[in-house]
């Protein structure tokens, strides 16, 4: 539980009312009550109201909020305001401010927008995180701090550059050390001391965020960054340890690129993250980011912190969400793993960029709005919920391995094809396990990864010292291993492991890599079946990349059927002590990316929960003893399910059902056996 004063799904969100008046705030908690709203995130981007200068605080206005709320029901999570600097204190100290990979210092303005590195940047956040500590540690109406506001990007300033060189020296001790690790010999860009090293940004070695001419540098200064944002995010956590042992945590972004959150879990005790997809975003995109998220810690409970009530502004198109879709995405949080539901934002601003931004109370200011309505509906459901789902967790057998620093490492390389993207790639073989109900653990190479029946990690280009001797163990132990084109090439430091591809995976998989061939955009080839023990169509396309593969004990389930590779393995299956090591070299289309699925999860014994058509989204949560059944119909229409002769309870309208029943568009079941 994230605090055991509140034992209910937490459901609320992101309030400013320092944006309105006391008698705003007043209409406001009526209708917040009338919701169900049971939290408010407080002070986010408040800081120039709560320090007007150095040793000058003003509490004042915020004990009236989290007071009022607090006698109203409504407790509060205690934002810290530091994702944006005063203009006061950055005109008084303008290190503080970021400057952009083009070298540019830039102005006050914006968010997010400090320079991790600057001290009187830690200097502040310390304090003012300190003194909310230590006046709000004692309130009943406090249960957690939310640190800062979605730590994001890096700073390229003079002095995060000489910080990073003292980075460098603490991980390599040596010149002579980087030199090697980055290859600096090519283009004669050897280093002589630790000063003449400089931040890999568009003016130096960078090309854009995707190419860089080292990409061992380049990861570094990635590493470097994330952990300096990290190491202000403990900062001001060391802060706050002085006075409170509150949970503490920072809204996270999903599948974000510039920051390796695995650094970030270690520090936060829950994750929470903010949940805003596109309107072409799949159920399944959607998905994926709530796994990756609860990954983070294991599989312990996360929390929505914001989506959307109804539209954002800050996409090109703001689609409204349609009816039910609010509620229905707010479940499919619950069904992977959520334990609150929370909002951006509670009331909407009246200026500035975010004044078109849904909230749950809109600029008319009364509830008679449809979003208004189907929040408070929803509130009631989830208030009826009482405890039944919290700290209840997904158990799964499939886990799918996924690693920031692989995908820094393969994207910031040059070739073979502008059109590998990791994230793709990972999310297509997610896609093939989620169509068929089978719940999937997202996995961090740091984790304990035993317990798994399979273990897929796509374009697992990067092998960490000491992954290929556990992944081997992992199969000798009679689990199955699966692995793509573009795996086990590079070391930590993106130095290629000499000796044929994929390296040392070389024996676990029983092949080795020639080539590898990229096919331009709308080329395809096809992989033929040769394999009569599962159950496969006789052909399937393939794009993206071809594996010229020579197996050395592996057998061959498929070959290409063109070009000078025609007949070459492109599927393989290499029996390994107990278990098994499958290679697919290429990039296939779904139907095959299914069919493989299926074939692995029948040959473990692996099932779905239920089995459902098309558009109907399935998870399971359980204590141990209680299991609920999340069926989630994300299709535009009614679709008819199959219950079998089981008998549930829905504990959301309180029904037993069996049998066939049809499920409404965008409605949901929670289901106890
Ligand atoms: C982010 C931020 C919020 C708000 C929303 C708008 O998630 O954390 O402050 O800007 O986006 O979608
Ligand atoms: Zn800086």
Request: hydrophobic letters at 40%.
């Amino acid at each position: 539980m994230i605090n055991d004063k509140l034992p209910v799904i937490w459901y609320g969100g992101d309030y400013n009312p320092e944006q309105f008046d006391l008698l705003t705030l007043q209409d406001d908690i009526v209708m917040l009550k009338k919701a169900h709203i049971n939290i408010a995130t407080i002070g986010v981007f408040s800081w120039a109201l709560l320090q007007v200068d150095e040793d000058k605080f003003t509490f004042s206005w915020l004990d009236t909020i989290i007071d009022t709320l607090y006698e109203n029901g409504i407790y509060t999570c205690l934002a810290t305001p530091t994702a944006v600097p005063p203009a006061w204190m950055v005109k008084r100290y303008p290190d503080l401010l970021r400057t952009d990979p083009m070298g540019i210092r830039k102005k006050f303005g914006g968010r997010a927008n400090a320079c991790p590195t600057s001290e009187n940047y830690r200097r502040f956040t310390y304090q003012i995180a300190g003194q909310l500590a230590k006046r709000y540690a004692q309130h009943p109406g406090v249960l957690m701090f939310h640190i800062s506001n979605e730590y994001a990007d890096a700073c390229y300033c003079d002095q995060c550059e000489i910080a990073f060189r003292q980075w460098l020296k603490d991980k390599y001790q040596t010149i002579e050390a980087v030199n090697h690790a980055w290859n600096t010999t090519f283009w004669g860009h050897t280093f002589q001391t630790f000063d003449e090293i400089v931040i890999p940004d568009a003016r130096s070695e960078q090309w854009s965020d995707r190419a860089t001419n080292f990409q061992s540098m380049s990861l570094d200064f990635k590493r470097f960054s994330s952990e300096s944002l990290f190491a202000c995010y403990q900062n001001e956590v060391k802060a706050i340890r002085e006075f409170s042992n509150f949970p503490v945590t920072t809204n996270l972004m999903g599948a974000y690129k510039p920051l390796d959150y695995a650094v970030f879990a270690k520090g936060m005790d829950v994750i929470s993250w903010d949940n805003y997809p596109s309107h072409h975003a799949t159920p399944s995109e959607i998905a994926f980011s709530h796994d990756l998220m609860r990954g983070l810690k294991a599989g312990k409970p996360f929390m929505l912190m914001e989506q959307t009530p109804s539209q954002q502004n800050w996409q090109p198109y703001n689609a409204l969400k349609r009816p039910g879709v609010m509620r229905l995405w707010s479940y499919q949080a619950i069904a992977h793993g959520a334990d609150t539901v929370m909002f951006f934002q509670l009331r909407r601003s009246v200026g500035a960029c975010e004044k078109f931004h849904g909230a749950v109370i809109d600029h008319v200011g009364h509830e008679n709005t449809r979003v208004f309505q189907e929040v408070a509906i929803l509130g009631e459901e989830l208030a009826r919920l009482g405890s039944q789902l919290l700290d209840t967790r997904l158990t799964c057998r499939v886990g799918i391995l996924f690693d920031w620093e692989n995908w820094w490492a393969v994207e910031f390389s040059s070739g073979p094809s502008q059109d590998l993207w990791y994230r793709q790639e990972i999310q297509k073989y997610y896609d093939a396990f989620h169509q068929q109900g089978i719940a999937v653990d997202i996995v961090f190479p740091y984790q304990d990864f035993s317990e798994y029946a399979i273990l897929v990690a796509p374009v697992l280009y990067m092998l960490k010292p000491g992954l290929a001797a556990r992944l081997k163990e992992f199969v000798r132990a009679g689990s199955t291993f699966m692995t793509t084109f573009m795996s086990g090439l590079v070391d930590e430091h993106d130095r290629i492991v000499p000796g044929g591809y994929p390296g040392e995976l070389r024996d676990l998989l029983g092949i080795w890599v020639e080539e590898f061939d990229a096919l331009p955009p709308g080329v395809t080839n096809r992989m033929v079946c040769h394999d009569d023990q599962r159950t496969w169509q006789e052909r399937y396309a393939c794009s993206l990349l071809c594996d010229v593969i020579h197996t050395t004990g592996a057998d061959v389930l498929f070959t290409y059927e063109r070009d000078f590779y025609k007949n070459y393995p492109v599927v393989t299956r290499n029996r390994y002590g107990d278990g098994n090591a499958w290679y697919v070299g290429s990039s296939p289309e779904p139907a095959f990316l299914s069919d493989l699925a299926a074939n692995l999860c029948r040959e473990k014994g692996i099932v779905s929960a239920l089995s459902v058509p098309e558009g109907i989204e399935i998870t399971q949560r359980t204590d141990g003893k209680i299991t609920y059944l999340f069926v989630l119909n994300h299709a535009d229409s009614a679709v008819q399910i199959d219950l079998g002769s089981a008998v549930y309870q829905d504990i959301l309208k309180m029904q037993t059902v069996t049998g066939k029943v049809m499920l409404a568009s965008k409605d949901v079941w929670v289901l106890r056996s």
